[in-house]
């Protein structure tokens, strides 16, 4: 379902690799390159590839940010429970501190995740 060769390139992983693809579909990123690609537009730090779960959706659609409903206007298709998506890293500690984290692609992980999640932390919700 993922081609992890088809990462960003230059930009690495929080385990120090290349950068992986998180998702095509629905493409994500703050670029919308299917990668958690960041840079110095990326003011949200779109940076932590995770698997959707309900609990997570739930989360976020309470503290204000509903990724579930779709948004035809933005061609948003709303998201499901299994599909990968790129989260903010202080969204994704928001939920981890209120205990609505879903799991990480680490090889998908942007390492500027590191500034905000410690490493054992992301390993601890690591996706098999």
Known sequence: MFDESAG?????????????LCSNRPKTGFY??????????????????????????????????????PRPEYGFPG?????????????????LDAGAAPQVVLT???EATLQIIELDVLMAHAAP
Not at 8 to 20: D, Y
Not at 59 to 67: A, E, I, M, T, Y
Not at 79 to 95: E, F
Request: glycine share 12%; proline share 6%; with cysteine.
């Open 8 to 20: 960003s390139g230059q930009q690495r992983n929080v385990l120090g690799g290349p950068l992986a």
């Open 32 to 69: 919308r390159t299917g990668c958690c690609h960041t840079g110095p537009d990326d003011h949200g730090m779109h940076t932590v590839c995770v698997v959707l779960t309900e609990a997570f959706l739930s989360f976020s659609k309470q503290v204000g940010n509903d990724l579930s409903t």
């Open 79 to 95: 998201l499901l429970p299994g599909q990968r998506w790129c989260l903010c890293a202080p969204r994704y500690k928001q939920a």
């Open 108 to 110: 998908a992980t942007h």
